[in-house]
């Protein structure tokens, strides 16, 4: 399996979200501008929709039928816009502070998105408390919340399983918790389990965890969880721990499989998704050191099948229904006006899946 890149399209600004439409031949946008556009995967041309956050928008989903994106910002707000228009047409706080990432269920009925702000808890820096529950769902077709989780913030992803019963979180350091949505949203969780491999604590220039596990992906046969972020590093402002993921059975929080020695740099791993093969997943992100930003793994033994240097951040990856295409979202760079005017640094790029 190889990737192939045949498309580089630029947006106004840089994409923290992205959705694929069930035509495959559509995307959608959450960037940093607060807005959501709409983007020809074929000609690069996008239209941004009427409605807009009031700060960055971090995320978004579109649900089955194409015909409605909702999306998720900074200012803690969901909002459902309509494709064919552009209006939005509904609105609801889901939280106090930033909603860091969306996951849809699979028959696109609910939406969760997760919170949390990293605020000392003590003299060793350990995070407080949540202020609110971390983790939220929502009616998509009503707009009302239907479910609220307890997890230590900040809760930075979440992913549905594919039959869309259970629904997983995981935070700042490392903890992962899955929690049985039906038939009643028992509070508690089903399982959880916290590992260290993607934490780091500051012992030079500053002294406060990083790190996370900031995507999470349900295996297509359902047995199994992966995750991505960054390993531990003794210097967290260099943002150059070992680009990471680790692979879970999710009922007993069993390790399962990780990324093999030697065939990682130094980066934040931001996304991951699985080929619809099941035998294969891709994962992608920023690179401080190495040769790669993106890489597609092999399931049965773990190790890297191939991988490519985008020489952008990556932010979202999705695969087309049919496997065959891989698109990756991001940025490029850190943004300056040149006489006046700001480039254009967003990404969608497509990669052939050979």
Known sequence: MKL????DHKLPTGVLGFALGPDGLTGFAAC?????????????????????????ASGCV?????????????????????????????????????????????????VASCTGQYLSGG??????????????????????EVGAYSHGPPVLSCAFSLDGRHLAAANMLGEVRVWDTYPTGSKEPVSKWTTPDFTSWGSTKTHHYCGGIYGLAFAPDGKSIVGCGMGPMTDPMAGNGKMTWQRWDWRTGERLGQIRDGQHG??????????????????????AQGTWNAALFGVEDGGLVHAVDTKKRITHARFSKDGKRLILAGANGQPQRKDGVWPSWGRVQVYEVG
């Open 123 to 144: 003299w060793k820096y350990e995070p407080s408390a949540e202020v609110e529950l971390s983790v939220k769902v929502h009616d998509t077709m009503t707009g009302e």
């Open 62 to 110: 579109v649900l089955p039928d194409g015909g409605t994106v909702i999306s998720g910002g900074y200012d803690g707000r969901l909002l459902w816009h309509e494709v064919e228009t552009g209006r939005c047409w509904r609105e609801a706080t889901a939280h106090r502070f930033w909603s860091w990432q969306l996951a849809l269920s699979p028959d696109g009925r609910r």
């Open 266 to 287: 130094s980066g934040l791993m931001e996304a991951v998704a699985w080929h619809p093969d099941g035998r294969h997943f891709v994962m992608a992100g920023r690179q």
């Open 4 to 7: 192939s890149q045949i498309k």
């Open 32 to 56: 940093a501008d607060g807005t959501v556009h709409r983007v020809n995967l074929e000609t690069g041309k996008s239209e941004a929709f009427a409605g807009r956050h009031h700060s960055y």
